[in-house]
């Protein structure tokens, strides 16, 4: 799954609609300190389900909407469009309708997140089981922040591991047992309850 466009509105600094076209290759961004560079890999983190503000840097989620400037008011919401390239259709099942798809990731403050997939509402879930799937993501070890690599030689082993459980794309199979470990204590605690329930009638 190939990004080929990004999309910002409201996001961070990006207070109006900017597109971002990604063609093959490397893509590179350069500017001069504090143009927003930083912010464009957030808004590619934050679409793909990014929710721990601390990646954001900011204090909470809705600090990623523009903030107002001496010139310009803050804006309600931010909303950030990601494109990707399915003309392979490689895409999970659910998202594979079509030869591009659109990921619509768009906060409102106080109301919150919510997602669109090529104009239907999902879950963050599904998004971020979509990029586990596909190997890339929020977390992914693809997109390097400033510091990263010194952390990444500071890292415990464990933390290497996922690095490298990523790059080999099963991090939505560990995403998915956890879920399933959840339901079968759930299950387990009801079957307690239902058995409390036998004692007592007997
Ligand atoms: P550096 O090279 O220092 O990392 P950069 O080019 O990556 O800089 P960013 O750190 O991405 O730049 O951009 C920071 C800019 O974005 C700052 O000017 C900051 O004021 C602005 N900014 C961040 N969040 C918001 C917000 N919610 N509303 C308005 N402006 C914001």
Same mark, same amino acid.
């Given at each position: ?14 207070? =109006?609609?900017? =597109?971002? /076209?990604? &063609?093959?290759?490397? +893509?590179?961004? @350069? ?22 503000? +601390? *990646? ?6 809705? =600090? ?11 804006? &309600?919401f ?7 390239? &399915?003309?392979?259709?490689l895409a999970?099942?659910g998202f594979?309708e079509t030869?591009? @798809? ?8 106080? @109301? ?6 090529n104009?239907?509402?999902? !879950?963050?879930? =599904? ?5 586990a ?20 030689? &500071?890292?415990?082993?464990?933390? !290497?591991?996922?690095i ?5 794309? /099963? ?11 959840l339901?079968l ?11 409390? @329930?036998?004692?007592?009638? *007997?």
């Amino acid at each position: 799954l190939k990004f080929t466009k990004l999309r910002l509105q409201g996001f961070k600094s990006f207070v =109006d609609p900017t =597109d971002l /076209i990604i &063609n093959d290759g490397l +893509t590179g961004v @350069v500017g001069p300190n504090g143009c927003g560079k930083s912010n464009l890999l957030e808004a590619l983190r934050w679409v793909m389900g990014e929710n721990r503000p +601390t *990646a954001m840097r900011g204090g909470g989620m809705e =600090d990623v909407i523009f903030a107002g400037a001496s010139s310009r008011p803050a804006k &309600n919401f931010a909303e950030v469009s990601l494109l990707l390239d &399915n003309s392979d259709r490689l895409a999970p099942q659910g998202f594979n309708e079509t030869d591009g @798809v659109e990921i619509v990731r768009r906060i409102t403050r106080d @109301v919150g997140s919510a997602y669109k997939a090529n104009g239907k509402d999902v !879950r963050a879930r =599904d998004i971020q089981m979509l990029f586990a799937d596909a190997s890339t993501g929020a977390h992914s070890p693809a997109l390097v922040r400033q510091g990263q690599i010194s952390e990444l030689i &500071n890292a415990k082993p464990k933390a !290497r591991r996922r690095i490298l459980e990523e790059a080999a794309g /099963i991090s939505g199979l560990y995403q998915r047992r956890h879920e399933a470990e959840l339901k079968l204590k759930a299950a387990e605690g009801n079957l307690e309850r239902v058995d409390d @329930v036998i004692d007592q009638l *007997a």
